[in-house]
């Protein structure tokens, strides 16, 4: 059976040396163990939903039912993909070989990596750990979990369910902070994959460029909203409310700040505060559906981005129960701290800027963000987004909801991350395509290319 280990580095190289003895055996090669490991990740969701609601409502004080749906329910369906999917994504796909070659045949084979690290971040602390778990496991790897110690319940929780349902030779979690991922990241790693913050995504790549190890980083960064006057301004505003409130604001791809003509928004601010009501009520401090703020550092950096600021909507906090209030900034400035850096809480500014064209330069000037999103009307301002700037993935007239797209390949670029998943891209992330090439018997045209040089060859060309 799978144990959680100690934080000792030898501990845990031993139990790394086990897992990889394992893959070279082959025992997950086989599509009948991925398989069944897929059934049985899915058989932990369905047995423990209720535990995972708790220990997530814990960490985070999320909603059983957003937990439900955002953590679980994704997890599920992204697992009934992959078995859906499992054959025809392993499958060796057969190649044109041209002429010269005859007779061969060619074909990509899709092989497992090997043994993969997979480090998660607190906000969606069983979503982030197992999502790319599953392609994983369908590619046919040994796996390390490393859930976050800032999310502390739902780390215990999946030390403890992992080992009862999935093999103890395939997948292992490693429960810890810095301490243990840098021991973790000081052993050579077929595959690390890591979600959190770019200043820790740097410490990864350092780590793996020692092991010539790949990466993927899934990072974050200040996601930007456009919305002008040709749009549906009260739609918009529910869009952003969902969006930037949905886990207290803790959310790698929800919209960061607004850019809006200034004639746009006082009836946003308005719209924005029916959208908020609506969601949270009157008091949302009483609403069981508002999260909370992970932890008092994070809470008190973010009560700091409020220290002068123009408070349209929101504002209060109580510091006791990590609340923070759904809060609107209005006159935001550039050079506002708020702007300096990710906000990833609960705090929406909103910058009035006067045209798409200024939008745009503005995005550009900053680096390049995870998600994008324009509200407009008018196809020629989407285009031009599109065109001209450059983000991990974009909706327009919406936010958020392209991640839940399987087919759509979910990553950063430049200092949002590199790599993505979802879907089959899982999969093609955790394996090697291995180009094989298999000589038939006969003629070798390729005699001809070889020494020696005669004019009789020279001639023939
Ligand atoms: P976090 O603090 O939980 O850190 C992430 C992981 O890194 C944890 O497992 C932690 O133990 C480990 N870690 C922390 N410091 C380390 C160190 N010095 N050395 C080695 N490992 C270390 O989470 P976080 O970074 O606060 O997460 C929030 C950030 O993640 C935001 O920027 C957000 O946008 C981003 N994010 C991105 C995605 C995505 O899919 N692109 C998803 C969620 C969050």
Redesign the pocket.
Known sequence: MTSTITPDARAITSQVDALRASYGSGRTRPLAWRRQQLAALDMLLVENGSDIEVAIGIDLGKHPLETHLAEIGTVRAEIELAMRNLEQWARPRTIEVGDALQPAQGFIQREPLGTVLI???????VH?LLMPCVGAIAAGNTVVL??????PATSELMARLIPQYLDGSGVLVVE???E???E??ALPWDHIF????????R??AA?AAKHLSPTT?????KSPVWIDSSADIDEAAHWLAWGKFANAG?????PDYVMAPAAVVPSLVNALQREISALYGINPRESADLGRV?NRR?LDRLVGLLDGAIIAIGGDVDPEDRYLAPTVLTDVKPSDPVMAQ?I?GPILPVMSVPTADAAIDYINAGDKP?AMYVFSGDEAVTNAFLARTSS?GVAINSVMIQ?GVHDLP???VGE??NGAYHGEVTMRTFSHDRSVLVKGAGQNLMRFSEPPYTTEKEQML
């Open positions: 480090i998660s971040p607190w906000n969606y602390p982030l490393k859930p976050s110690e800032l999310a810890g902070g810095v243990e991922t840098t973790l990241l890591y979600t959190g913050n770019g200043a820790v995504g410490i990864v780590a980083l899934e990072l974050g960064g803790q959310t790698c791809v929800a992970v994070h990710e990833f995870l991990g991640i979910f990553g950063g949002s991350g």
